[in-house]
Structures are given as structure tokens and as C-alpha cells.
């Protein structure tokens, strides 16, 4: 995957260890690959997802480590994924978030968010929806001048996307999922920001009113995706 990221012009990858994935196997990824990967603190699992003892002493470990230049998605609403990946709903406020959040900010690094807010809204319902939703704006408000991003476009229709980028500047989008590609090949209600192989009008208005707030993203985590991502763009 390096190979095929250098050969599309990527130069950087930022990185973190998911599943059995540990530690040192990924630093010594970064070691073999120092001009491409960045290793990414992880801050998701069962540790955080309890709110275990455990978590904070692996987020400290990481944090220790100089090698480490970014922070990994945090994870507040997701929806359960078959056996893969367990459902995820709690507060900006609750201690393991904030303190992941802590540790990017005294870093400088961005923090990335994970919403899914339209599955959010057909599992829980209208009420819970604007508690999270409630809960995101003010964390914006709260720090005004620091970035934070939304992985998977938040889930969020564009009416809604327009209005978290017009009331707070300090908000980005990442544009993983967002397509027709990603939602064909999963029964997830992803944002998809296409009409065929161009952007709807609505969509394409809005990124053109703030170029500078979408970053281009996939999430390729599955071999399957991986494959299906490569033979399709040859």
C-alpha cells in the first residue's frame, strides 16, 4: 500500500495500530518508512470504550513516545459493525474523550471526530441526535481558534454541513465514505456527496464556498476494500 500511495502522490500516511496490531510493530513500520508514515496514537478500543484504567496508561505510553505526531480518530457515535467493531455512543465530556482530546491539543495536533449522525438518529431517535449534535457545537465554541475534524463527512446532510461550516470556522471535513463506491459496498447510511461520478450540485456549491475546509480522505481498512479500491481505479 505504500507503493501504491507513492505512486498516486502521496508522500505521508498517518497511521495507527488497530486490532493485534501493537506498539512496536507499528513504530518499527515508521522506522523502515521515516519519510512516509506517521505513527498515530491510538485512542479507540474496548479500554476506551469502557472507560478502563488500562486506556490512560496506553494513551500516557504513546504520548511518551517522540516518534508519535498525531492523534487517531475519536470515537463518540458508531455504529456497531457485525463482529468487527462494536457500537460507540457517549459525550464529548466523558473523561476518556476529553482526555484524548487533552493530549492532542497540548501536542498542537488536530483532533478528529467520529460522528455517524444519521445512524445516531435511526437507532436513538431525533431527541439523542441533538444532544450529540448540541454537545459538538459547543466543544467548537469552546475552543474557537483550534481545528477539529469530522471523519466520514459526520454522516451529516449538506444542510447541515453548512451550517456547522458558517456558524464555526474552526471546523473541517474529511471525505471518507462520502461517495457512491463506499455506500454500494456497505449497508452503513454514509453521506453521499455524488449524483454518478460528479459531486451533486448542492454538494459541489458548498465545497466551492469553503475549498479549504474539505481534506480528501478514504478509509480503506478491509482487504476487501482495499482490492476492490485498486482494480477499480486500475
Not at 436513538?124 to 466520514?152: A, C, N, V, W
Not at 471535513?173 to 450540485?201: C, D, K, V, Y
Request: some cysteine; proline content about 7%; hydrophobic content about 40%.
Amino acid at each position: 500500500m505504500i507503493e501504491y500511495a507513492s505512486r498516486a502522490g502521496v508522500s505521508q500516511i498517518l497511521l495507527s495500530a488497530r486490532g493485534r496490531v501493537t506498539t512496536p510493530q507499528l513504530l518499527d513500520l515508521a522506522t523502515t518508512h521515516p519519510t512516509c508514515i506517521v505513527p498515530s496514537v491510538r485512542a479507540k478500543g474496548r479500554v476506551f470504550d469502557e472507560n478502563q484504567p488500562r486506556y490512560y496508561k496506553l494513551l500516557d505510553e504513546q504520548i511518551k513516545e517522540p516518534a508519535f505526531r498525531a492523534m487517531s480518530e475519536i470515537l463518540l457515535v458508531h455504529a456497531p459493525k457485525g463482529k468487527r467493531a462494536p457500537e460507540v455512543n457517549v459525550a464529548v465530556d466523558t473523561p476518556q474523550v476529553r482526555e484524548a482530546m487533552r493530549h492532542a491539543m497540548d501536542k498542537g495536533w488536530p483532533v478528529v471526530l467520529h460522528y455517524e449522525f444519521r445512524w445516531l438518529m435511526s437507532a436513538y431517535g431525533s431527541d439523542i441526535r441533538s444532544k450529540r449534535m448540541s454537545e459538538l457545537k459547543s466543544l467548537l465554541s469552546q475552543y474557537p481558534q483550534y481545528p477539529f475534524m469530522l471523519i466520514h463527512m459526520a454522516q451529516l446532510d449538506v444542510s447541515d454541513a453548512a451550517d456547522l461550516l458558517e456558524s464555526h470556522p474552526n471546523i473541517l471535513f474529511l471525505t471518507s465514505h462520502a461517495n457512491t463506491l463506499a455506500i454500494e459496498e456497505s449497508r452503513q447510511p454514509w453521506t453521499n456527496m455524488f449524483s454518478g461520478e460528479e459531486l451533486t450540485p448542492e454538494w459541489k456549491a458548498l465545497v466551492l464556498r469553503h475549498p479549504e475546509r474539505f481534506v480528501l480522505a478514504l478509509d480503506n481498512v478491509w482487504p476487501e476494500q482495499l482490492v476492490r479500491k485498486v482494480c477499480t481505479t486500475g
